[in-house]
């Protein structure tokens, strides 16, 4: 095994270790908390696909966040309220088919605005992203019918069959299977030929065309994947707060998307864990100390940029090998 | 006569008022070298994107294989046969450079959008590429990072990648740029050798290779086409000499 494999299998058990470690000790609320690491770093994977492969710098994954946020409430609404949708299609409390309609959505919306966007580059790819991104954040707020600006709450949280989602650690588990799954999916797609060809367009987009392969159908499938995997982790994220808000689709979230990704380390396989870990953990602990937290992040996040681009698994597995 | 591979027909292009490319004229015939030569900004590279597909000519028609290829990309060019060489190396940095061979051979088999199987260890991808390396001369650096490459190690990468192209045609823009003259020698072999699978437009400045090698030379000043015709043509023709060649030589 080499120092980027164990890096990865260490930060992925610390995880797994955090709920372990805090129901041992009786402090349950650290189990809400892992929870908390495991969605949030789900979430930078999938953003880690677009930003840390394809180089595509979306200020815009809230919106998938989102979208997978409301997949979970809209549908959980209709089941509670038995009002079925147009077409009397029903709602459900389904955990499978919630992830299943949320990935769908995001899917089709990435679609849209990543044909739109990836046509630019640089500065004007982040703007239009972060443009598409607060369309879908006003649109929430003012269309009354689920919450609008107050958010849709899910009074009880969405089922899977066999399991009792409402027990913390289930559900802590649940969101740590598939965080396992999106990382594999990610270190798959990272080796493949579509990946390497998603990673050349990042490195030198006019080499991967003249070798024959445009880049622009490699990175909306790229996009579209990324925004999948985002919004699944926006499932899961509502069902955690048992809430669905407009500011799930803020920019402040895709913010903080980004910000995962570059505390962890770019384009890393685990970075997102480490960033999730980190991030969470900041904002428990200095956010119980004084309300400006974020200053100290923010300090935290200009020391990685300056003195350890790799970030946390840059410092520990060193430079990224690509073979 | 053969039916020419590639050719050009009245390209022209200005970017403002400078015309870079004037009415030029040109055809690329199976088994050839087609050199290019012409001053520092006379539009060979100008020329060498449109026919590329990364500039669009104001005017004129482009055919390969007698296809119009006017309204292709880089791409698609790339994907009908036309493989080329930058003038100022063009390497993925972080891959290696088998890898950045690997990524030629990967188009080349049409599948680069496969998710699952890693592609280090894909003998269909690695074998070839590997291939490539060997012809390239560059076997034994096919585990480096190509951003650590020499530069005349980075000329010879931009040359496997092409090569593992399978390309119909070559367009080679300045290939020996900033390489010893040793490498130039080799590369100069090389290239006699390759024109028979497949003709080469060659865009040259170092006058011993284009002397040795081509079949025919055109002669390009301020984007105007002076002079086309064989090397003992072009070295006996006055208004070469006059704009290029300098009057002693």
């Given amino acids: ?323 | 006569m053969a039916e020419p591979v590639l050719e050009l027909r009245d390209m022209s292009k200005a970017f403002g008022a400078l015309k870079a490319t004037d009415g030029v004229s040109l055809d690329l015939k199976p088994g050839e070298i087609h050199a290019l030569i012409g001053p520092n900004g006379a539009g060979k590279t100008t020329l060498i994107h449109q026919i590329a597909g990364s500039i669009r000519p104001d005017a004129g028609t482009i055919f390969f294989l007698g296809q119009d290829i006017g309204h292709l990309g880089v791409a698609g060019r790339v994907r009908l046969g036309l493989g080329r060489t930058f003038q100022i190396s063009s390497i993925a940095p972080e891959f290696s450079a088998l890898r950045n061979v690997m990524l030629a051979v990967q188009s080349q088999q049409g599948t680069s959008y496969r998710f699952w199987k890693p592609v280090l260890s894909d003998n269909s991808l690695v074998d070839p590429a590997m291939a490539m390396l060997e012809r390239a001369g560059l076997a034994e650096r096919a585990r480096v990072p190509a951003a650590e490459l020499s530069h005349g190690d980075k000329r010879r990468l931009e040359i496997a990648i092409a090569l593992a192209l399978e390309p119909k045609a070559f367009l080679l823009d300045e290939p020996m740029a900033g390489m010893d003259p040793e490498g130039s020698k080799g590369l100069t072999r090389f290239l006699d050798e390759l024109r028979a699978e497949a003709p080469i437009l060659l865009v040259e400045h170092d006058m011993d290779a284009v002397f040795a090698l081509a079949d025919r030379v055109s002669v390009l000043v301020y984007g105007r086409m002076i002079a086309s015709g064989t090397v003992s043509e072009i070295r006996a023709d006055a208004n070469v000499r006059r704009a290029y060649l300098g009057d002693e030589s």
Avoid at chain 1, 68 to 73: C, I, L, P, R, V
Avoid at chain 1, 178 to 195: E, H, K, N, P, T
């Fill in chain 1, 1 to 323: 095994m080499n120092r980027e494999t164990l890096t990865s299998a260490a930060l992925v058990l610390l995880l797994l270790g955090i709920p372990l470690a805090a129901m041992a000790t009786g402090h349950n609320f650290y189990v809400t908390l892992a929870s908390r690491m495991a969605i949030l770093a789900l979430a930078a994977v999938g953003l880690n696909i677009a930003l840390g492969l394809g180089g595509l710098v979306s200020f815009g994954h809230a919106a998938f966040f989102g979208i997978g946020g409301y997949a979970a409430g809209v549908l959980a609404w209709h089941a509670m309220m038995l009002q079925p949708f147009p077409l009397g299609l029903p709602g459900t409390k389904l955990m499978p088919v919630i992830w299943l309609v949320a990935m769908l959505a995001a899917g089709i919306v990435a679609a849209f605005i990543g044909a739109i966007s990836i046509r630019t580059s640089g500065v004007y790819f982040i703007m239009i992203t972060l443009a598409f991104a607060q369309m879908i954040y006003y649109f929430a707020i003012s269309f009354p019918s689920y919450g609008g600006e107050d958010g849709l709450s899910i009074s009880l949280r969405n089922a899977f069959p066999g399991v009792n989602t409402l027990d913390p650690f289930t559900f802590f588990l649940i969101c740590y299977l598939l965080l396992l799954a999106g990382l594999f999916l990610f270190f798959r797609l990272r080796d493949s030929r579509f990946g390497a060809a998603l990673q050349a367009a990042r490195q030198n987009e006019t080499r991967l065309a003249a070798v024959g392969v445009s880049p622009f159908g490699i990175r909306l499938a790229a996009f579209v994947i990324s925004a999948m995997v985002t919004a699944l982790a926006g499932a899961l994220y509502a069902d955690l707060n048992r809430f669905v808000a407009p500011s799930m689709l803020s920019w402040h979230m895709s913010g903080e998307l980004i910000v995962l990704i570059i505390l962890g380390g770019t384009g890393r396989l685990a970075g997102p864990v480490a960033g999730a870990i980190v991030f969470v953990l900041f904002e428990h602990w200095l956010g119980g100390i004084t309300e400006r937290w974020q200053l100290y992040l923010g300090l935290v996040l200009l020391g990685v940029v300056l003195f350890a681009r790799g970030g946390v698994v840059g410092l520990l597995a060193g430079k990224a090998r690509h073979g």
